[in-house]
């Protein structure tokens, strides 16, 4: 490929990415899923227009390190601490419950393999792209509803931000793992070692950036040295601890998330991010889809993915708000609020793509499950608060 062509293929990607993303708005889904399918479109599955290239693949991992590092500035640390133990074990049993679900699911139409083989960790990996949650469309959903400080609205959005933190580490210690010469122990302890680092030079540079915040408040040197921080920590994860990227550009965010400037930060992060990092990397990943891939077996797992994906989480996470004493009701719109899934599950897979733990054709089974719960979630909550509502009034 000429080295001109590059500015070519990046006109096809933004315009269409923008194009269907907001024909996605319009129809009540989720943009990175119009971005999703104008990457299929435009690719060689379909139309043929773009094709992957270097220059593509890095641009798009440069979109993954800057939605991770905005996930992390979006977590509030001060509040995870108020929310106390329900919210922790409801987030827990939010991940261990899809983790084995999809464990099991892949297993089913794969094969069991023993403890410690590559498809063994293929199988799991495929519990962990089911562990993210995206609470964007349960917060809108809320929010409409007049829930969102309530009780439940308190628990899920809480939840589903420890549920993140756990599922980041679930995903560094899965792909830690499949090397073929890991050791859990090791891997353990690689994993240890970096949340260590991560809090005692967090701790300090988060010192820094209180005093460098306070002296130069919204100056554009703030998100400049965020951004060095973000690729700072990813290296260094990568390169000396063993473990993914993507955590040191999240963990990143975190200790950045309560400074007075953090919102700024995450907006001059978003400019970047929405006109071009965005777009690329969510259109990559249809670039990688093939439609045509999609036989009856890999439909019919792609359908049985996302069934199992949603009842884990209601499962899991309605069982532990039940136990925390939430009424049968109340429990099953937290199970309902933390199953919509987003960026998270992306991103996820694609790390799991770039290691070789995840076959491409399964993007299809990501992409269904992501535009399924986000419709499906604000719909049930909606008449699970209307039920409740009838009943309450003929109770009068």
């Given at each position: 490929m000429e080295s001109y062509e590059i500015f070519r293929d990046l006109a096809i990607i933004i315009l269409a990415a923008k194009l269907f993303g907001m024909l996605a708005r319009k129809l009540k889904a989720p943009q990175v899923v119009g971005m999703i399918i104008a990457g299929i479109v435009i690719g060689p599955g379909v139309l043929g227009l773009v094709r992957q290239s270097d220059y593509i693949l890095q641009t798009a991992e440069i979109g993954v390190m800057l939605l991770m590092f905005s996930a992390g500035l979006g977590t509030d640390l001060k509040e995870l601490v108020k929310t106390g133990p329900a919210a922790l074990l409801t987030a827990c049993a939010g991940v261990l419950a899809p983790l084995l679900g999809g464990w099991a699911l892949y297993s089913a139409f794969y094969g069991f393999s023993p403890f410690g083989s590559l498809e063994f960790y293929e199988a799991v990996f495929v519990g962990v792209i089911m562990t993210a949650t995206s609470v964007?469309?349960?917060?809108?959903?809320?929010?409409?509803?007049?829930?969102?400080?309530?009780?439940?609205?308190?628990?899920?959005?809480?939840?589903?931000?420890?549920?993140?933190?756990?599922?980041?580490?679930?995903?560094?210690?899965?792909?830690?793992?499949r090397s073929p010469d890991s050791h859990p122990a090791a891997v353990l302890?690689?994993?240890?070692?970096?949340?260590?680092?991560?809090?005692?030079?967090?701790?300090?540079?988060?010192?820094?950036?209180?005093?460098?915040?306070?002296?130069?408040?919204?100056?554009?040197?703030?998100?400049?040295?965020?951004?060095?921080?973000?690729?700072?920590?990813?290296?260094?994860?990568?390169?000396?601890?063993?473990?993914?990227?993507?955590?040191?550009?999240?963990?990143?965010?975190?200790?950045?998330?309560?400074?007075?400037?953090?919102?700024?930060?995450?907006?001059?992060?978003?400019?970047?991010?929405?006109?071009?990092?965005?777009?690329?990397?969510?259109?990559s990943i249809g670039l990688k889809t093939n439609p045509a891939a999609l036989d009856g077996r890999l439909l019919v797992f792609a359908l049985l993915f996302v069934l199992v994906a949603m009842l884990t989480k209601i499962i899991g996470c309605g069982l532990m708000a039940r136990a925390f004493r939430y009424s049968g009701s109340d429990a099953l719109k937290v199970g309902v609020g933390m199953m919509t899934r987003g960026e998270v599950?992306?991103?996820?897979?694609?790390?799991?793509?770039?290691?070789?733990?995840?076959?491409?054709?399964?993007?299809?089974?990501?992409?269904?499950?992501?535009?399924?719960?986000?419709?499906?979630?604000?719909?049930?909550?909606?008449?699970?608060?209307?039920?409740?509502?009838?009943?309450?009034?003929?109770?009068?």
């Open positions: 964007s469309i349960t917060v809108q959903a809320l929010m409409e509803l007049g829930k969102l400080k309530t009780r439940v609205g308190t628990l899920i959005l809480s939840a589903a931000i420890i549920d993140d933190v756990i599922g980041v580490v679930v995903m560094t210690f899965v792909i830690g793992l302890r690689g994993t240890a070692l970096f949340f260590v680092f991560a809090a005692a030079f967090g701790f300090v540079c988060y010192k820094v950036f209180k005093k460098l915040d306070k002296r130069y408040e919204h100056t554009r040197r703030i998100p400049i040295l965020g951004l060095a921080l973000c690729f700072g920590l990813s290296y260094a994860a990568e390169r000396y601890f063993g473990i993914a990227d993507i955590t040191g550009a999240y963990v990143a965010g975190i200790i950045l998330c309560n400074i007075r400037d953090s919102r700024y930060i995450a907006e001059k992060m978003d400019v970047s991010s929405y006109m071009l990092f965005g777009p690329v990397f969510f259109a599950a992306l991103i996820v897979s694609q790390k799991g793509l770039s290691v070789g733990l995840l076959d491409a054709s399964f993007f299809t089974a990501v992409i269904l499950l992501i535009v399924i719960s986000s419709i499906l979630t604000p719909i049930v909550l909606k008449l699970l608060y209307a039920r409740d509502e009838k009943m309450a009034a003929e109770a009068e």
